[in-house]
T-cell receptor, first 114, second 113 residues
Framework: KNEVEQSPQNLTAQEGEFITINCSYS?????LHWLQQHPGGGIVSLFM???GKKKHGRLIATINIQEKHSSLHITASHPRDSAVYIC????????????????FGKGTHLIIQP | DTGVSQDPRHKITKRGQNVTFRCDPI?????LYWYRQTLGQGPEFLTY????????KSRLLSDRFSAERPKGSFSTLEIQRTEQGDSAMYLC???????????FGPGTRLTVL
C-alpha cells in the first residue's frame, strides 16, 4: 500500500469545470506538497502546505491535518491545465531523503478537453 | 526552466552496458536529490547529497548504481551492467537548506533494450 494515496488516478473534464484532486496520508507529516508534471517529465512545485489553505491564481490547495487529507482545486479549468498532479509529503516517519525528503503519491492524470 | 539541468535528456542503451547521467543543480543549492520514476508511478527516492557528502541511499539503489557529487556542485549517477528493469525516468532536484522547495530538472529518460 502506497503511503500517500491520491484519487482519482485519471480525470477527464470539460474546459471550465471545477476540478478536485484528493490526497491522503497515514502518518504525521511536517509538510505536504502539490507538484505538476507535464509530458516530457519536468516537475514544478505548486504549493507547500503545513496547515490551512493557499491560493495561487486558479489553483487552491487545502489541508486538514487532523484528517490527514489534502485537496487541490482548479477553478475555471483550461486545456493548458492538462498534466499529472502529484501529492508528496515530508515526514520523519517516512524514509528517504532526510528531513526534506519527499514521499510521493502516484499522481492524478488530468485531461481538460476544449 | 527551473534552473536545474540534466544531461542527456534521453538515453537508449543495450542491456549490460554502463550509462552515466549528469545533473547541474541551482548553483547555491546545497542539497541534491536523485529520484527514479517508472511509468504510471510517482517518483521514488534514490539518494541525496548535502554538499559533496552522500547522506542517504535508498534500498532501491543496488550495488550497480553509484552517485557522486565531487565538488558539491554537479552530480553524476552511474548505472553499471544495465538491466531492462532500469528503464525509467531519472529525476534530479536541488534545494537550499532552510527553504521548503525542491527544484526539479527535466529528467533523463533511460530505455534499456
Amino acid at each position: 500500500k502506497n503511503e500517500v494515496e491520491q484519487s482519482p488516478q485519471n480525470l477527464t473534464a470539460q474546459e471550465g469545470e471545477f476540478i478536485t484532486i484528493n490526497c491522503s496520508y497515514s502518518v504525521g507529516i511536517s509538510a505536504l506538497h502539490w507538484l505538476q508534471q507535464h509530458p516530457g517529465g519536468g516537475i514544478v512545485s505548486l504549493f507547500m502546505l503545513s496547515s490551512g489553505k493557499k491560493k495561487h491564481g486558479r489553483l487552491i490547495a487545502t489541508i486538514n491535518i487532523q484528517e490527514k487529507h489534502s485537496s487541490l482545486h482548479i477553478t475555471a479549468s483550461h486545456p493548458r491545465d492538462s498534466a499529472v498532479y502529484i501529492c508528496a509529503v515530508t515526514s520523519p516517519l517516512y524514509s528517504g531523503g532526510g528531513a526534506d525528503g519527499l514521499t510521493f503519491g502516484k499522481g492524478t492524470h488530468l485531461i481538460i478537453q476544449p | 526552466d527551473t534552473g536545474v539541468s540534466q544531461d542527456p535528456r534521453h538515453k537508449i542503451t543495450k542491456r549490460g552496458q554502463n550509462v552515466t547521467f549528469r545533473c547541474d543543480p541551482i548553483s547555491e543549492h546545497n542539497r541534491l536529490y536523485w529520484y527514479r520514476q517508472t511509468l504510471g508511478q510517482g517518483p521514488e527516492f534514490l539518494t541525496y547529497f548535502q554538499n559533496e557528502a552522500q547522506l542517504e541511499k535508498s534500498r532501491l539503489l543496488s550495488d550497480r548504481f553509484s552517485a557522486e557529487r565531487p565538488k558539491g556542485s554537479f552530480s553524476t549517477l552511474e548505472i553499471q551492467r544495465t538491466e531492462q528493469g532500469d528503464s525509467a525516468m531519472y529525476l534530479c532536484a536541488s534545494l537550499l537548506i532552510g527553504t521548503d522547495t525542491q527544484y526539479f530538472g527535466p529528467g533523463t529518460r533511460l530505455t534499456v533494450l
